[in-house]
């Protein structure tokens, strides 16, 4: 079954303890990326990939890190979390401008 | 800056009620646009995608229409029913060969039986 896969899906950490969110996709896309989803501010890219070692800035990217070192994964790396990184976390994949979601990662940071 | 808007942000309809969700992105230069449905606390499932050069896209009970040059999209859901209660959410795909995606807030709506 063609499908994005994020672990873990739920995770309440404290604040400065470094933690490692892993997004998996098993349909070979080239093009991977971060959102996170607050009320009211809606969905917001944090990180993006267009291919293995190449990766870039999205709209919220301070606090956060990435890597693509093989195709199918692409994990989303806080180094030092804190409270306001409390959210709702999705990685998505994409081929031809379609993409599709993972089921989220609900973070907090206490 | 491309800003993407949903109007209503909720809506309570009757079983069997025809009906139609609004999204407006204030550039027309899009490369694509997608509909997405979010059950409570669940991912995003893909409805529908609508290609720069297409006007419309049809899935079943489900069609979506775009109107580059004047910024609207509309989803339309035919005899609606308790299972299409969710958020609907608008993305725009901004052009220039990324695949970075802008989401408007949502609707949320609701199917009453």
């Known amino acids: 079954e063609a499908q994005v896969t994020q672990n873990p899906r739920y995770l309440i950490t404290v604040t400065g303890k470094k933690l490692t969110v892993t997004c998996s996709q098993n349909?070979?896309?080239?093009?991977m990326s971060w959102y996170r989803q607050d009320p009211g501010l809606g969905l917001r890219q944090i990180y993006y990939s267009m291919n293995v070692e190449v990766t870039d800035k999205g709209d919220v990217p301070e606090g956060y890190k990435v890597s693509r070192k093989e195709k199918r994964n692409f994990p989303l790396i806080l180094e030092s979390p804190s409270p306001n990184q409390t959210s709702l976390y999705f990685c998505?994949?994409?081929?031809?401008?379609?993409?599709?979601f993972g089921p989220g990662t609900r973070l907090t940071v206490l | 800056k491309q800003e993407v808007t949903q109007i209503p942000a909720a809506l309570s309809v009757p079983e069997g009620e025809n009906l139609v969700l609004n999204c407006s992105f204030t550039d027309s230069a899009i490369y694509n646009l997608q509909w997405f449905r979010q059950d409570p606390g669940k991912g995003l499932t893909s409805l529908l995608l609508i290609q720069s050069s297409q006007r419309e896209q049809t899935s079943g009970r489900l069609n979506a229409s775009l109107d580059k040059s004047s910024g609207r999209s509309t989803l339309y859901i035919a005899a609606s029913q308790p299972g299409d209660s969710a958020t609907y959410l608008c993305a725009v795909y901004r052009p220039g060969g990324s695949e970075k995606l802008v989401f408007g807030k949502g609707t949320k709506l609701t199917v009453n039986p």
């Open positions: 349909m070979n896309h080239e093009y």
């Open positions: 998505a994949s994409s081929l031809f401008n379609e993409q599709f």
